[in-house]
């Protein structure tokens, strides 16, 4: 069965300093891997998305994320963090040819961004 | 542009009172769509899916139920609420060839 790990579930860092939200998965084949960010009381918003190809991937607000195979990891990362990226950050993981196209999350990373 | 739409944005019910919470997609012609739900503070767990009018699939059997009135319209529904449907229920459809889910802004739901 395929599954997600979110080692980290809070992480703290100062405004201006990197972020890394590590994420490793679990599935026999290559999976689709995602990472979505949920601000307090709404949904979830899209950042990025791999499957194949550049294992480095560009998202939304300057984040992007790198896929292992032999690490079984898709970390996020972001150079300069601002106070707006406080938030709660899932990983997923999508099987491919999926009945009903089921995502299987992590737990989720609590970041807060002191100023 | 595809837009997604839920409603109510919350609801605090009583227990073993019914519960109805929608979810419209538009720009999107026969949409794939989902209901995920979150407890407080925790991560995501599919519920249903719908890939065509009048066809639900469950997944986690959470006394709730689902139905596709509508090529753009998804419900969640139960007769009798339990504390434990407390949560923040989020609606999906799947882009990019069924590959992606883009999520709406989710119904909060508190069960007293």
């Known amino acids: 069965a395929q599954s997600v790990t979110q080692p980290d579930a809070r992480v703290t860092v100062s405004e201006g300093a990197s972020l890394q939200l590590r994420c490793k998965y679990s599935y026999s084949a290559t999976p689709y891997l995602f990472w979505y960010v949920q601000y307090p009381r709404q949904g979830l918003q899209l950042l990025l998305k791999?499957?194949?190809?550049?294992?480095v991937v560009q998202g939304v607000n300057s984040f992007e994320a790198e896929f292992s195979k032999s690490n079984s990891s898709f970390h996020l990362q972001k150079a300069s963090v601002h106070w707006s990226d406080s938030a709660v950050y899932f990983c997923?993981?999508?099987?491919?040819?999926?009945?009903?196209?089921?995502?299987?999350f992590g737990i989720g990373t609590r970041v807060l961004v002191r100023p | 542009a595809q837009t997604i739409h839920q409603w109510p944005v919350a609801e605090i019910k009583a227990v073993g009172s019914p519960l109805s919470l929608g979810c419209t997609i538009k720009?999107?012609?026969?949409?794939?769509l989902y209901w995920y739900w979150q407890a407080t503070g925790g991560t995501l767990q599919q519920l249903f899916y719908s890939i065509t009018v009048g066809q639900v699939e469950s997944v986690v059997q959470l006394n709730l139920s689902a139905s596709r009135p509508k090529d753009d319209q998804f419900i969640l529904s139960t007769e009798k609420l339990l504390l434990s449907h407390s949560g923040f229920y989020l609606c999906?459809?799947?882009?990019?060839?069924?590959?992606?889910?883009?999520f709406g802004e989710g119904s909060r739901l508190i069960v007293v």
């Open positions: 999906a459809w799947a882009g990019d060839s069924g590959n992606t889910l883009y």
């Open positions: 997923a993981l999508s099987m491919t040819n999926s009945a009903g196209n089921k995502l299987t």
């Open positions: 791999y499957y194949s190809g550049d294992p």
């Open positions: 720009g999107k012609s026969s949409p794939n």
